[in-house]
């Protein structure tokens, strides 16, 4: 009997991995930095993530409801963006901007471009830069810890930056989190073993984040103004835990679809959201930087992609 084969276009080798497991591991790898956040600030903080959840599966399911696509709710990309965006938000935030957030991040960054893997920026990060021009006064209100009707004065970035006097908080306090700030911002070390997991299970690359927190400390240490009595070495690293370097890093630049694929373009990527990070925070009037700097690099993407795709095997070189 004649065997026959079956052509088929490529890709002819396939993963057993699926979007919702991707997600999963991402949700698994932020319950530390929930935790913390809950642990810090209360079940105010846990009202803020459990509205931006409901906004953005709400938004998504009613958007493809409404326009009669698929659902694609249970990819859990939308809980995804729902955590990640309230952890980069204060617990006090007024709950119903937290819904328009959601909304915002959902319909207007990511459906309206065709759904999740043709969005061009990241949409957590798109909605917090939206929420930080609307409502500036409420995005920059922050409490302290275990003290939910008390406002911190100053926070840790725009101390080192100089524009606000205070005590800056120890080491310890800036690595476990007993700092104003973010939900998820404030505890290096939630993070930080969020990010780890996500390593051991090979959902991230760790080019992006080495090159980013590198580079930012690189240009932090020799070109940074250091207002303060710290050594520049601990003034660095003060910068590197404070505010949303670290949550960009690890949850944000990292993120398949709005950086680039290739090794050389995923360095590249990286050392410009270090230098953009340094450069508002230096520069700019906002001590924060993050944020912008990544979604500037997620509109860079395609061009980073188009100069670093590497050759395909066996192409021959044009003449002239």
Known sequence: ????????????????????????????????????????????????????????????????????KPNTVNDLSATVTGILLALCLPPAIPLWMVVIGGAFAIIIVKQLYGGLGKNFMNPAL????????????????????????????????????????????????????????????????????????????????WRIPVTYIASFALLMYFFGINPTALPQEDFVLLHILSGGLLIG????????????????????????????TFAIRRFGGYPEGASFAIILMNVATPLIERFTIPKTFGEVKKNG
């Open 126 to 205: 798109a909605a917090r830069c939206f929420m930080m021009v609307a409502w500036a006064g409420a995005m920059t209100t922050f409490p302290e810890p275990f003290m939910p009707d008390s406002i911190t004065s100053a926070t840790p970035l725009a101390i080192l930056k100089g524009t606000s006097t205070g005590i800056i908080p120890s080491f310890a306090a800036e690595f476990f989190g007993e700092k104003g700030g973010c939900i998820g911002e404030t505890s290096g070390l939630a993070l930080i073993i969020g990010f780890l997991y996500l390593l051991i299970k090979r959902v991230v690359d």
């Open 1 to 68: 009997m004649e065997t026959k084969f079956v052509l088929s276009s490529s890709p002819h080798v396939k993963q057993k991995d699926r979007i919702s497991g991707i997600m999963l591991d991402v949700i698994i790898a932020l319950i530390p930095a929930i935790f913390a956040g809950v642990y810090f600030f209360g079940l105010r903080a846990l009202a803020v993530i459990v509205t931006s959840v409901a906004s953005c599966v709400l938004s998504e399911y009613l958007y493809q409801r409404i326009t009669k």
């Open 249 to 276: 890093a690890f949850f944000m630049a990292t993120d398949y679809v709005t950086t680039p694929n290739t090794n050389l373009g995923m360095i590249i990527f990286g050392i410009g959201c270090g230098f953009l």
